[in-house]
C-alpha cells in the first residue's frame, strides 16, 4: 500500500475542541468523571508531554495494565499524537501468561493500576512503572512544554492488541491509524452514527470491541462514550436509563445475563439497538431481545480486520435472522472453498477479506504475518461464512470449530442455537471430540438458567428434535459456569480437554 500521511488535524479530538468543545466526549462511570472534548484534548496533550518526557517519540511502544478508566483513553490520543502505539494489557491474565507478552513486545513503559503493580513486576523485572493512582497525578501536573504533535503514516502502530492464545502462543496485532481511521468512518457510515449517539463500553480496552465497535467511531463523529469498568447487568442498564444511551454492543451471553435484571423490559427511549457480536446469537435470543420491546441486530468482526465488517438494516435484521448482512463501504470480500475456488451462494466457505481496515500484521513476527494472509493479499479470518444470492452473508463458525462426524461437517453454532432453544437453557458451547466409529463427535456443555430446573436427558431429547442424527451431540454436560478466554469468549480448548462425572448419552 502506498504510504499515506495522517497529518497533525486528522486527530478527532482537535477538530471537536474548536466545533464542540463543550460536548461531552467521555464518561467514567466507574469514578464519576465527565470530560468534554476540550477537557479530553487537554488530558492527552498532558500524557503526551508526559511520555515525551521520558523519551517515547515515534516507533515507541507504551504498555498499558488497568480496567477501563479515562487515562487509558487520555493515553491513546497521547500515543498518535507522538507516532507511539499503546499496548493495553489483559488484566486478567496471571504473571506467568502476561510474562511472555511483555517480553515479546518490548514496551518502553508501563504504566497501570496499583491493584495490579505486583502482577507487574513479577511478569517483568525491567519494566519502567508509572502508577496510575499515585505518581501520575503528580507527573501530569508538572505542566510539561506543549509540543506539535507528529506526522504519521497511514500504517505507523497507534494499537498493538495480543490474541487470547487459544490456538498457542499470544501474537501482537498491530492496528495502525489506517485501520482505526476506515474503520470508524465505515462504521458511522453503514450504522448511521451521529454526534448524538451515546455508548457504554463495558468490553475491557485489552479487546478491540472496547475501542473499536463504538468508541473510536463515536469520537470521529463527536458523540459520547460512556466507559464502564466491567460488565453488571445492573448497572449496565442504569447507564442506559442515567446517560441516554441510544447504541451498544453485546456478547450472547451478556444478553442473557441482561434478561434477569428486574430492570429488564423498562422503557428505553433513547435506545435505537442493541449489537451482538463476538460469537453468533442464537436465534431464541435474538427473539427475546425483540420481545421485550429492543431493536437488535448482529455484527461481526475481528481484531485484525475491521472489527465492524458488515452492516444490516433494523427491518431487514428482523427478516433475516442470523444474517450479518452486506459489507460495511471500502471493505472487500470473497469466500473461498476447500479447493481455492470461489464458494458458490448458499455454501459454505472461508471469509476472506481485504481493504484499509485490515491490520498491519503481527508484532516481530513476520512468519505468522504471512501466513494470515493470501498470496494475493486476502486476510485469512479462519471463519467459515455463507453469501445469500443476494449479497448478505452469515457466519457458520470457526473452521477449525467444525468437525467432521461420520463425514458430514458439523458446524457447532448451529447446534448450539438448536440447544439454546431447549426451555431451561441459558448458554450452550459445543465442541468436537474423538470417536472411534464416527471420527470425531459432538460434545455439548450447557449452563441452565437460574429460574428453571434442567438435566441433561431433556436437553439431548430436545436436540434429537431439532437437528439431523450426525448433529446430535454424543454427550451432554450441565456445567455451572462457561470457562472464558480473557476476551469473553468460551475457551473451548478447555472444554475439550474436560472429562465431567456421569455423562448424558444423546
Known sequence: MHPLHFPRHADPLRFWRRIAPDRVALVDRARGGRQTYAQLDAAADRWAGVLRARGIGRGGIVAALAGNRRELVELFFACGRIGAALLPLNWRLSAAELAPIVADARPDLLIGEFRFRAQAEAASADAI???????????????????????????????????SGS???????????????????????????TADDVAPVSTPLFHTGGWNVFATPLWIRGGTVVLMDGFDADGFLAAFEEEGCTVALTVPTQLMMLMESPRWGRPLPRLRRFVSGGAPCPASLAARVR????????????????????????DEAVRRPG?????????????????????????????????????????????????????????????????????????????????????ENVFPAEVEAALCDCPGVAEAVVVGVPDEKWGEVGRAFVVARADAPLTEAEVAAHARTRLAGYKVPKTVFILPEIPRLGSGKPDRRALAAMEPAAPVGA
Open 129 to 163: 512503572w508509572i502508577d496510575l493512582d499515585d505518581e501520575a497525578p503528580r507527573l501530569l501536573a508538572a505542566g510539561y512544554e506543549t509540543v506539535d504533535d507528529v506526522e504519521v503514516d497511514a500504517d505507523d502502530p497507534l494499537l498493538i492488541l495480543y490474541t
Open 167 to 193: 490456538t498457542g502462543r499470544p501474537k501482537g496485532a498491530v492496528l495502525p491509524h489506517r485501520q482505526i481511521h476506515w474503520n470508524a468512518v465505515a462504521t458511522t457510515t453503514a450504522w448511521e452514527l
Open 291 to 314: 420481545e421485550a420491546g429492543y431493536t437488535f441486530r448482529e455484527g461481526y468482526g475481528l481484531t485484525e480486520c475491521g472489527p465492524n465488517c458488515f452492516a444490516i438494516s433494523d
Open 323 to 407: 444474517s450479518v448482512g452486506w459489507p460495511v463501504p471500502f471493505l472487500e470480500m470473497r469466500l473461498e472453498a476447500e479447493d481455492g475456488s470461489e464458494a458458490a451462494a448458499g455454501q459454505p466457505g472461508e471469509l476472506l477479506l481485504r481493504g484499509p481496515q485490515v491490520f498491519a500484521g503481527y508484532l516481530r513476527n513476520p512468519e505468522q504475518t504471512a501466513a494470515a494472509f493470501t498470496a494475493d493479499g486476502w486476510l485469512r479470518t479462519g471463519d467459515l461464512a455463507m453469501r445469500d444470492a443476494d449479497g448478505a452473508y452469515r457466519i457458520c463458525g470457526r473452521r477449525k470449530e467444525m468437525y467432521i462426524s461420520g463425514g
